[in-house]
């Protein structure tokens, strides 16, 4: 499954045209609108048939990533074959985008276009550095991620390319970028759900410094999703 995740400030549809017998007729709205959301364009493809269950709960498990970083908990799925060229047959393609709205709809607040059917649409996109994130998942936890977090070795590299201790140089740091420290390399406070404000805050007032990790395993807060010129903490 190919997913691209839009923080939108609205997204409106509208179907227009059934295609075929592969339309979905009832069960679904034809024409909806939802504001403060995150709107998800999804393809599903060939290989999730080979594990339904297993890619609705990890697509499950990007939203809620995704929307917990954004804070909201709103979601329109939308159907949207043109992000893949390998696509699944319209049937196992329906069956995943309903298990998909099912599970979500435990915890959020979730429209759904229909599948199988030519729409009009309408979406304002927020434009700040998460606002467009894509992912790509299938069927099989062990693609996706190790079973067992590694350990991270944390730098601050300076202009001039000389790396330092970032527990002992906090003192000379200002305050978003020691709480980054405590979050990231303490493990001290949670701040998953605020780290693109602490970015932006750290590309304005620790300009002189990069947060650098020479590491086997990856941050969770940053998670590579972070638009690099947005911000002065970035992995190699």
Avoid at 14 to 25: H, N
Avoid at 172 to 195: P, T
Wanted: aromatic share 6%.
């Amino acid at each position: 499954m190919k997913l691209l995740f839009i923080h939108s400030d609205h997204l409106e549809f509208e179907t227009t045209e059934a295609i075929g017998d592969i339309a979905e007729t009832s069960g679904v709205p034809h024409e909806g609108k939802m504001e403060e959301c995150v709107t998800a364009f999804i393809s599903v493809e060939r290989g999730d048939s080979e594990s339904v269950a297993g890619t609705v709960e990890n697509a499950t498990d990007e939203l809620r990533d995704v929307t917990a970083q954004l804070g909201t908990n709103r979601i329109v799925l939308y159907p949207y074959a043109h992000l893949s060229e390998d696509l699944a047959a319209p049937e196992v393609a329906t069956d995943v985008l309903q298990r998909l709205e099912a599970a979500l709809a435990e915890e959020f607040d979730v429209l759904r276009a229909p599948f199988g059917w030519y729409k009009s649409f309408e979406l304002s996109c927020k434009g700040h550095p998460l606002s467009e994130l894509s992912r790509h998942v299938s069927g099989h936890r062990e693609e996706q991620e190790s079973n067992e977090r590694q350990p991270s070795d944390w730098r601050l590299m300076n202009p001039d390319g000389s790396l330092h201790d970032p527990i002992a140089s906090k003192a000379d740091l200002g305050d978003d970028m020691r709480a980054f420290i405590e979050s990231e390399v303490e493990d001290k406070v949670a701040v998953r759900a605020k780290s693109r404000l602490i970015f932006e805050s750290c590309a304005r007032r620790d300009s002189w410094t990069t947060m650098t990790s020479l590491m086997s395993g990856i941050s969770d807060t940053i998670r590579g999703e972070t638009d690099p010129r947005s911000a002065d903490a970035i992995r190699q």
